[in-house]
């Protein structure tokens, strides 16, 4: 039987033991080749094959609850829950999308995508199927990255006070996107010595035996001394105090093994841990080389692992890690800090020559906006570098310590706006808060060049300050750009259409070329820089406005909450005024590749052009030669 047969998770449990290592390799086969063609999460995939495969041979997952933390590993799962054919369409608007969704399969038990969320839902369904009195099993698991999530550790703390029935499955690969960090990590490094442990223990239990008279004896007294042992050679204390039972560490490569040691689990009660040892990448020698590279990568040859396009020279997260070096040359109170994401950020190299001055945190965002905060109270100069959509846990810390007590911590947000791994990970949402915490500006720049000037003109300030960019290209808009003053947009092209088209942030290059594009039309509009978000340069849209201008707001974020907002409710005096704002619905938005979701909402060129189109067509607004209230 080949993976194409398996069409429901019962075809897997049905198939002999012997079939198993066949249809593992074929896994593997079907990871690389899809991975290859559309991007998305390889090394940790490949990672988890056997696990997955044991899992489901062992649970049913029409009774049996199972909840992968974080979801990027999930793919293994899908393929053996009827999706291959989606899942070979993976993160295209009719396939798979990249994550764990309820609204994909009733087998998604829980929808995921930020880490650190598994085992509380998990142990909802747990404390859901005691208070009903039901009797299915509910696994949930955890990367060893995402155990150290704060949001993991609470929900391990409430386990044994929740639940007598729980099976946590540890996947602990040593690593999280980059080699993983922290106290915890170090702890489970200890198993290292816990293989030790397991050979030297059979070793001594045979020998012992063999000795006349006492070896009996002998054994169980060492039987004795044996959870001693295991304490000082497996991380067992620290989840046994917190009322888990331990279990491993196990071969995560071993179907047999894990199949068998899972049953057994599954047939013991009270709260449990599995922990689970497993190689990042497995099984494919480019991804097992380079497994922070194939963590989440881009379309490459499935032979070489080389990328079919190559990423663009000039990207935000680039530019971020080049300008903090200057910048900390300059001034050695400026530090980086990240949440588990030093590529990502851009901040590795920054980390590789400073390693004094670079933090990386962990998994966790809401500790690292409290921890920069702590910093900048005591004089440093924190910058702090993660994604968008991850900032939204760390909210109330930015609020409540960077915002109240107004300290300078810059926030540099990248991947802000729609990307390529759904709706979890889109960054649309964040300006929405920003926008109600005082003494919080928010800048979004449309080039490298702007992101340079705008943190050099941000370390400066003395309040905390958000810079949010989105994912690749940050190559320059402008040959030029004006000198950034606070507080101030730049026009970039002046028209004479009654139209001000107000980019923000990277939304700068799509305007010049939806500009461009009406000017072949014969219509000359004008293009702003908007550049500050909060606070916005609300004296010459005034001015636009009152001339008559219909100003068109184009934003990388939700049209709720965003700019266009920030724009329509500070210029609500402004009698007739016509501000047209263009950016994402407040909805989940549907599966498919960015360039598919800006022609699906009219965001391209043409889109944007075509909406211009409709507003001059429109009766013009009536110039206003002066404002009706003071100012
Ligand atoms: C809240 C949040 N922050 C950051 C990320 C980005 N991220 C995705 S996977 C990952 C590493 C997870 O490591 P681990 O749990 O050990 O899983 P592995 O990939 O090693 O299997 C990170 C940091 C995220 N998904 N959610």
Known sequence: ???????????????????????????????????????????????????????????????????????????????????????????????????????ESPFDHFGVGHSGTAVSAALGYAAARDRTGGNGKVVAILGDGALGCGSSLEAINNIAVT????????????MSISPNVGALSRCLSRVISGRSYNRFKVFCASAVQRIPMIGPRLRTWISRLDSAAKQLFLPTAFFEELGLRYIGPLDG??????????????????????????????????????PTCFHGTAPFDPHNGDLLQPTPKATFSTALGKTLRTLHQEDQRIVAITAGMPEGTGLHEFAKAFPNAFYDVGIAEAHAAAFASGLAA?????????????????????????????????????????????????????????????????????????LAAMLRLAVTRRHPVVIRYPAGNAAPVTAQHHPLEWGKAETLESGSAPIALWAVGREAAVALQ?????????????????????????????RQLNDGMTVVTLEDHCVEGGFGSIARDSLADVPDARIVKLGWPRAVLPNGPVAYLRQRFSLTTAGIAETIHGLLARPPASPQSKPPFPA
């Open 378 to 450: 005591a004089g440093q100069r924190p910058v702090m570098a993660v994604y968008a959509s991850f900032s939204q846990r760390a909210a109330d810390y930015v609020f409540h310590d960077a915002c109240l007590q107004e300290l300078p911590v810059i926030f540099c947000l990248d991947r802000a706006g729609v990307v390529a791994d759904g709706p979890t990970h889109h960054g649309i949402q964040d300006v929405a808060f920003w926008r109600a915490c005082p003494n919080l500006a928010v800048l979004q720049p449309a080039d490298q060049d702007d």
């Open 514 to 542: 939806a500009a461009e594009l009406l000017r072949t039309q014969g219509i000359a509009i004008t293009v702003v820089n908007a550049r500050f978000t909060i606070p916005f340069d609300a004296d010459l849209m005034r």
């Open 1 to 103: 039987m080949s993976i194409a047969d398996i069409t429901s998770p019962d075809d897997l449990r049905a198939l002999p033991a012997d079939q198993l290592p066949a249809l593992v390799e074929e896994i593997r086969a079907e990871l690389i080749a899809t991975v290859a063609k559309q991007g998305g999460h390889l090394a940790s995939n490949l990672g988890v094959v056997e696990l997955t495969v044991a899992l489901h041979c062992v649970f049913d997952v029409r009774k049996d609850i199972i909840i992968f933390d974080t979801g990027h590993q999930s793919y293994v799962h899908k393929m053996l829950t009827g999706r291959l054919d989606a899942f070979r369409k993976l993160r295209q608007a009719d396939g798979c999308t990249g994550f764990p969704n309820r609204a």
């Open 253 to 290: 490569h071993d179907l047999p093994q894990l199949t068998a040691t899972l049953r057994r689990v599954s047939h013991l009660h009270g709260p449990r841990l599995v922990h689970v040892l497993t190689v990042k990448g497995k099984g494919c020698h480019f991804a097992e080389k380079k």
């Open 163 to 174: 639940t007598r029935d729980f099976i946590l499955i540890l996947n602990d690969n040593k």
